[in-house]
């Protein structure tokens, strides 16, 4: 059963994992939601109000900015903090899409990672030490969900979210939600090692229709 965090459970001096993720978390720390399946069998999450480790990337393609990004990320995780502590790795590692405004400009990307749930609290984690890594608080809501496997390339990513929006156009229960401005998110849940049974997602906010 998913569980929703109250704010009583951010106030903790050091937060327990109170949500019991699916098995694509690979019992690593995962963020909470709850989940239902529309009529048309579209799957739709909705996402507590958590801290996440970011980057901003400008790049042309997902794999790029993946890579950047994991560096910076991975090392803030490493003991590039103010308290030189290693931090435990989470899933998933999230790519926030804004496509750019024209055919030559690049995309932005805001990569990030879950942050452990011992420091989901109102002190949060450590800061991170290089200047293109911030702490935030996600305010993520809703979202339509398509998930599928592979080692996902641009086309793979691109293609999915198409099929999503062609899928939450035909639902009755949800709508596209206008406000985020054709940006969506692709969630990677498994390290580059895993050869097998690899869970790949891609999330397109909605509302109720």
Not at 89 to 101: H, K
Not at 193 to 206: A, K, P, Q
Request: aromatic letters at 12%; proline letters at 5%.
């Amino acid at each position: 059963m998913k569980l929703a965090i109250t704010a009583a459970a951010l106030s903790l001096a050091a937060a327990e994992n109170p949500f019991d993720a699916p098995k694509f978390c690979h019992d690593l720390d995962c963020p909470s939601f709850t989940t239902r399946t529309t009529a048309s069998d579209l799957e739709v999450r909705t996402y507590d109000t958590l801290k996440w480790a970011s980057t901003d990337v400008e790049a042309d393609s997902v794999t790029d900015a993946g890579g950047i990004a994991f560096g910076r990320l991975f090392g803030y995780l490493s003991g590039a903090n103010t308290e030189s502590k290693k931090i435990d790795m989470t899933s998933p590692v999230l790519n926030y899409i804004q496509p750019g405004s024209g055919p030559n400009c690049n995309n932005t990307f805001t990569v990030s990672f879950f942050v452990p749930w011992e420091y989901q609290t109102e002190e949060g984690p450590p800061a991170p030490t290089a200047e293109d890594v911030y702490i935030e608080t996600k305010e993520l809501g809703e979202f339509a969900v398509s998930s599928y496997g592979g080692f996902a390339k641009d086309d793979d990513v691109i293609q999915a979210a198409e099929a999503l929006t062609e899928d939450i156009e035909d639902d009755k229960e949800v709508d596209y939600d206008e406000s985020k401005g054709g940006s969506y998110i692709f969630a990677a849940y498994d390290s580059p090692y895993t050869l097998m049974n690899r869970h790949n997602e891609d999330w397109i906010g909605v509302t109720d229709a």
